[in-house]
């Protein structure tokens, strides 16, 4: 696994984070590369000094301007690293080209905003991870190309949700921090302050005194108001690498009457933190969680405002720190600490309660697994031509346990099921495994299960048997508009044989509307025929509206559910939804072409369509495909719990719906609360067939509706009664598991484009 982080230097907590992660990830990553560069610098050696010294001065010398600036940038969601974008193209791009990682982290926002320029452009696919490394959510974070961001705390998450960003990408891990960061126990103290050279009395107050990467103008005047109260501590100044501040204390120090520690640059910062007392610190993200993670409680000054003043916000409501105010004497802050130890403990014990010690674990878990899925992913491009596959609702690409399974069936396993012999054994024996698989995840039993050669087999099994079995109770079959055409065609057929068909209409959203089936059923009809998901829309049908209606009018009825579109995607229960009859497809859930099933309820019997051998309980004579049926099996068995994959699936779909609305002249003709598998969406200028042959020729599958009803009009619209250019330019958009947010970006860069370029194909 390689992972490139990008980071930039102004202020030291963002290169700290970084290395933070890139130490963690060797150390629990086996064979990990991690390369760290500096965004910025690698862009423009001249913009990286601007910027940073832009930084540094108004930070030391204008703060007021400086945080005028973040507010007007929080509120209008200005981005000054934008500029910065282009130059991303030539600079940064060969970098990322020549590690090739596998995922992208950044911890400082223009990094975030180069990196997300790269992928919204298409350059590059690699999962990107952003590292907010203050406790403020500011939008400049904010980048339509990242995957996930990793947030502080969990107050964090809902300012982000209201900024835009869907709830399932926020991970509130905290800030990473070197391991070494951490509480000791408290037996372990003295010795630790004796072997830094400070008296190890427990009972003598220890105070540590850091200044920040950059320092702080009242610093000395801190220092001076300490040494004139009358309690008795010790106090370690840490100043870093701002020697201007070291040189200043030297003159000071020796005089001081209290015993103080003056420390230049260290690299044990640490050990300091856990044998302290408290920390007196200006609060930048990253130094104020490393006192956090050694339980150590702070008194701010100084906040630079912007996000330093939102860090100080947090850390007092949360109880961890107090401030010295702007005219308030920081001495006198102090003094009313030590005096009050009570108040010093409730703050520790806020820190240990504020617990992220298991954010670097977290953070190493997501990457391995957004690495894992992406390597699968350029491994599935590279099976498939580079394609961005999204026509899964036409069929979908085959899992590798489903076509392991058929290969093996074929090669090893290869008997015929009916034989008496061992290999033939060793077939009926596999394909009762599948039975059992496919049964227990519809909650059924394994004998009512029959195999067919896919959706539509099994749909024609259930309609021409069903209205058979109950033909001494009526001839009045109730169905919808819109079904699959192997639904329609067999109810063509019905109604030349004398049946009375009554076919729903749908509502604006595409959905039967309850009342309606409760109207039309009644002790004459025989069947109840209508789809869970519909495969143009995605609308979820009342099902279960439909069952309570059958009982409710003590129909005779059997109640015919086409689940091919929902199988995996939706939880299906067909004893507690009172489903006799449910049709399924392999092919629609990565299993193989060419097979399919249909659920039969235990006492339903219905009479067989062909005749032969009496293989599945004699309702589909001759030898059965077990190759496929195993896959099929493979496949099942193979999928998630559909509860377990809907939100991050919602979560692509509002990402896809919230990305096509910014286009002009779309119409979204899915409803709001469809299966977020399908977008069905309209250009109302460019046709159907003209927009797909334009995004095929850029490597995007699409479709203009239903794979099984050609270049017809969309029966499924029609049936909504939308516009006639809306159903003449409808574009379904069907998504998988495998699918990304890079590829939802292609599809609406080119639906862009082709709105732009396709004159001839208007209406």
């Known amino acids: 696994m390689r992972i490139l982080i990008f980071t930039a230097a102004t202020g030291g907590g963002h290169k700290r984070t970084a290395k933070a992660m890139e130490d963690y990830f060797l150390n629990h990553i086996p064979g990990v590369e991690v390369r760290i560069v500096d965004a910025i610098k690698e862009v423009n050696k001249v913009v990286d000094k601007t910027i940073c010294g832009s930084y540094e001065f108004m930070a030391m010398r204008a703060p007021k301007l400086y945080g005028a600036i973040y507010d007007q940038t929080q509120k209008e969601g200005r981005d000054v690293s934008k500029p910065l974008s282009a130059m991303a193209c030539r600079k940064l791009l060969p970098v990322i080209d020549e590690f090739d990682p596998d995922v992208i982290i950044t911890t400082h926002p223009f990094a975030g905003e180069m990196v997300s320029h790269l992928k919204r452009r298409h350059k590059i696919d690699q999962p990107l991870v952003s590292i907010m490394t203050d406790y403020g959510p500011h939008r400049s974070y ?54 830094l050279g400070l008296d190890p009395d427990p009972t003598l107050p220890t105070l540590l005194l850091m200044a920040g990467s950059f320092g702080v103008t009242n610093i000395l005047e801190i220092f001076k108001s300490l040494m004139e109260l009358e309690e008795h501590f010790q106090l370690v100044i840490i100043t870093g690498k701002n020697k201007k501040l070291y040189e200043a204390f030297e003159k000071v120090v020796p005089d001081a009457p209290k015993p103080v520690t003056l420390v230049y640059f260290t690299d044990v910062v640490q050990n300091y933190m856990q044998c302290s007392d408290m920390i007196i610190t200006k609060p930048g993200g990253l130094t104020i969680s ?20 939102d860090n100080a916000e947090f850390l007092v409501n949360r109880g961890m720190a107090v401030r010295i105010g702007k005219n308030q004497n920081g001495a006198e802050v102090i003094q009313r600490l030590l005096k009050y130890p009570e108040k010093l403990a409730l703050m520790h014990k806020a820190c240990h309660a504020f617990d992220t010690s298991n954010c670097r674990e977290n953070l190493t878990e997501l990457v391995k697994s957004m690495a894992s899925h992406y390597r699968e992913k350029r491994q599935q491009q590279k099976q498939t031509g580079g394609q961005i596959y999204l026509d899964n609702s036409a069929t979908t ?44 995840f519809i909650g059924a039993k394994r004998e009512e299960i029959v195999f067919t050669s896919g959706g539509t087999e099994a749909n024609n099994l259930a309609i021409f048997g069903a209205v058979q079995a109950r033909r001494h109770s009526g001839k009045k079959v109730v169905t919808t508009a819109i079904e699959h055409p192997s639904v329609l065609q067999c109810m063509y057929e019905l109604e030349k044989r004398g049946y009375e068909v009554v076919r729903l209409r749908p509502d604006s959203n595409g959905v039967i509307p309850p009342e309606a089936l409760l109207e039309a059923i009644d002790d004459k009809t025989v069947l109840v025929s209508m789809m869970l998901v519909n495969n143009e829309t995605g609308a979820i049908q009342p099902i279960e509206a439909a069952a309570k209606a059958i009982a409710k009018k003590k129909s005779p009825a059997l109640f015919h559910v086409d689940g ?133 020729a850029r490597n995007i599958s699409v479709s203009g509706g239903s794979a099984c009803s050609g270049s017809k009009e969309s029966h499924v619209l029609t049936a909504m009664n939308l516009p006639r250019k809306t159903i003449l330019t409808s574009i379904r958009v069907s998504f998988s598991q495998n699918s990304t947010e890079h590829d939802v970006d292609a599809l609406v860069q080119g639906v862009r484009e082709g709105m732009e370029t396709l004159a001839s194909g208007k209406l």
């Open 142 to 195: 904010l980048a339509k190309g990242v995957d996930a961001y990793i947030v502080p705390a969990p107050e964090c998450v809902e300012p982000m949700v209201q900024l835009g960003i869907q709830r399932p990408k926020i991970h509130p891990y905290g800030i990473p921090v070197f391991s070494v960061f951490h509480p000791i126990p408290a037996e372990d103290v003295p010795a630790l302050r004796e072997q």
């Open 290 to 309: 490393e006192a956090i993670a050694c339980d150590l409680p702070m008194v701010l000054f100084n906040a630079i405002p912007g996000q330093e003043e």
């Open 397 to 440: 690409q085959v899992c590798q346990e489903a076509a392991e399974k058929v290969v093996d069936m074929m090669v090893r396993c290869y008997g015929n099921p009916s034989s008496l012999h061992q290999m033939g054994f060793a077939a009926e024996q596999e394909m009762t495994q599948a039975r059992e698989t496919i049964a227990k």
């Open 564 to 696: 091919v579109q929902a199988l995996g995607k939706l939880p299906i229960k067909v004893k507690r939804m009172k489903i006799d009859l449910l049709s399924m497809s392999g092919h629609k859930i990565h299993g193989p072409k060419g097979v399919g099933a249909l659920y039969l309820a235990d006492g339903v019997r219905i009479p067989p369509m062909n005749y032969g051998g009496g293989q599945e309980r004699g309702l589909r004579s001759g030898t059965e495909a077990v190759p496929a049926i195993c896959g099929f099996g493979a496949a099942v068995k193979a999928l998630p719990e559909p509860t377990d994959v809907l939100p991050r699936m919602q979560a692509l779909s509002d990402y896809c719906r919230n990305a096509l609305r910014e286009i002009p002249g779309i119409v979204l003709n899915s409803p709001p609360d469809a299966l977020p598998y399908i977008v069905n969406f309209s250009t109302q200028t460019i046709r159907s067939e003209t927009m797909v042959h334009f995004l095929a």
